[in-house]
Nanobody, 111 residues
């Protein structure tokens, strides 16, 4: 079982990034997949989740700016992040299946 995040990087405030979470080793389209993030010195927080049927939920701090989606044919979940702000700087992780976590991808937003 593996979850692999990609797409992180350095972006200026107001910019956009799209993160990907590629799943393998389990039938990811049967599970809720979530994106979480952890900034230095802070607890890990939920960003967004997407259910097998496509229902979504977002953390208050990202509503209206981030969009989660999934492509079941590719076993991949995406997180489109628009209007990024310095406070969005964190390591972003995806989680799915029976509590499987990816290794994380760094997102850094400069002011």
């Amino acid at each position: 079982v593996q979850l692999v995040e990609s797409g992180g990087g350095l972006v200026q405030a107001g910019g956009s990034l799209r993160l990907s979470c590629a799943a393998s080793g389990f039938t990811s389209d049967n599970y809720i997949i979530g994106w979480f993030r952890q900034a230095p010195g802070k607890e890990r927080e939920g960003v967004a989740t997407i259910a097998p049927g496509g229902g979504t939920n977002y953390g208050d701090s990202v509503k209206g700016r981030f969009t989660i989606s999934r492509d079941n044919a590719k076993s991949t979940v995406y997180l489109l992040m628009n209007n990024l702000q310095p406070e969005d700087t964190a390591v972003y992780y995806c989680k799915g299946g029976n509590n499987y976590w990816g290794q994380g991808t760094q997102v850094t937003v400069s002011s």
